[in-house]
């Protein structure tokens, strides 16, 4: 299960991460452990890849995706609020992260810099449908990641 991270500055740039091991940007996010909140799991990554410690407030698009090159995977957008455009992203070294950067991109230029099948799901989840995010069918507190932030 992908759990990603839809975050913006205030001029509606849309924060992604450039990956070493595929061409185009990505919204910031990862797998879940087993057992770990799928909002808690978007969290950690988000905070890994930028340095960025945010809630995740809503489910802002939820996309399955058929195996091709990987196996099929159900990838969870959470809504992860506005930032100052002086936001300052921290990325681990590439060696660490398997990152080359993040940066944020104005929405018009999504198309342009992530595979078709990303963009589609990032521009779906800009839309501003919002799902609340629950956990045994109790609404969630928008928490960001636990104190232990061990990866």
């Keep these: 299960m992908g759990c990603l991270a839809l975050v913006r500055n205030r001029r509606g740039d849309v924060l992604l991460v450039d990956p070493d091991y595929m061409d185009g940007l990505l919204l910031p996010g990862g797998a ?37 090159r990987y196996l099929e995977r159900l990838n969870l957008v959470f809504h992860a609020g506005t930032v100052r455009d002086e936001t300052r992203l921290t ?6 992260s398997g ?18 099948a990303q963009a589609a799901r990032v521009l779906e989840a800009l839309a501003g449908r919002t799902l609340p995010i ?9 928490l960001g990641p636990p104190a232990d932030n061990s990866h």
């Design 32 to 68: 879940a452990k087993p057992n770990e909140p799928p909002h808690l799991a978007a969290a950690r990554h988000l905070h890994a890849s930028t340095g960025l410690h945010l809630p995740m407030t809503a489910y802002s698009a939820v996309d399955f995706t058929p195996a091709d």
């Design 91 to 96: 990325v681990p070294p590439q060696k660490v």
């Design 99 to 116: 990152l080359l950067g993040a940066r944020f991109v104005p929405e018009r230029e999504i198309p342009n810099v992530m595979s078709p």
């Design 134 to 142: 629950l956990l045994h069918g109790q609404r969630t507190p928008p």
